[in-house]
T-cell receptor, first 115, second 115 residues
Framework: GAGVSQSPSNKVTEKGKDVELRCDPI?????LYWYRQSLGQGLEFLIY????????KSGLPSDRFSAERTGGSVSTLTIQRTQQEDSAVYLC?????????????FGEGSRLTVL | GDSVTQMEGPVTLSEEAFLTINCTYT??????LFWYVQYPGEGLQLLLK?????DKGSNKGFEATYRKETTSFHLEKGSVQVSDSAVYFC??????????????FGTGTRLTIIP
């Protein structure tokens, strides 16, 4: 499809396990963002990629969280030693990367449940 | 830091009622302002935006005016429909930060329209 694709759509894991969430942005979009949507807390910015580099990682909540992007396309968000407070919907968005539009294109998210 | 405060939900209205969802912001500099909408089972999508003071964004019968004097960007629609049922997010972005269109979101307002 032409939109932002995320997988898995749902993930249930046990506390202490590592998880990987994948994002496939719109083809040609150079900018990629990860957000976290927790119940009652809105959307929280995690990290921004321009190409393969991440000039803004200011939102990553702890060193258990990391992300990478390869080939200027697919990105993976990794959460190590998951905790129950990591339960949330993780949203990926992409944009063309040109200044001035402010329009991000979002995927449907990956719902993570940590038991 | 930048922040967005929006009306607590949920909001329930009858079809053809007038809608207002309040949004105020705090920001350094001169942000651009946005309303995003999340329909059931779909990713967030841009509804409308305004990039400078006194600008009015509009789309699908929704309107919002960038009011610098009151730091507000309230969303309005004159006659809502059942299909408008969704979660609405107010957001801001400093588009002068080249390429990084990181959005700061409010907590979202769930709107339900009953026939």
């Amino acid at each position: 499809g032409a939109g932002v694709s995320q997988s898995p759509s749902n993930k249930v894991t046990e506390k202490g396990k590592d998880v990987e969430l994948r994002c496939d942005p719109i083809s040609g979009h150079t900018a990629l963002y990860w957000y976290r949507q927790s119940l009652g807390q809105g959307l929280e910015f995690l990290i921004y990629f321009q190409g393969n580099s991440a000039p803004d990682k200011s939102g990553l909540p702890s060193d258990r969280f990391s992300a990478e992007r390869t080939g200027g396309s697919v990105s993976t968000l990794t959460i190590q030693r998951t905790q129950q407070e990591d339960s949330a919907v993780y949203l990926c968005a992409s944009s063309p990367g040109r200044i001035g539009t402010g329009e991000l294109f979002f995927g449907e998210g990956s719902r993570l449940t940590v038991l | 830091g930048d922040s967005v405060t929006q009306m607590e939900g949920p909001v329930t209205l009858s079809e053809e009622a007038f809608l207002t969802i309040n949004c105020t912001y705090t920001a350094t500099g001169y942000p651009s302002l946005f309303w995003y909408v999340q329909y059931p089972g779909e990713g967030l999508q841009l509804l409308l935006k305004a990039t400078k003071a006194d600008d009015k964004g509009s789309n699908k019968g929704f309107e919002a005016t960038y009011r610098k004097e009151t730091t507000s960007f309230h969303l309005e629609k004159g006659s809502v429909q059942v299909s408008d049922s969704a979660v609405y997010f107010c957001a801001l972005s400093d588009l002068s930060n080249f390429g990084n269109e990181k959005l700061t979101f409010g907590t979202g307002t769930r709107l339900t329209i009953i026939p």
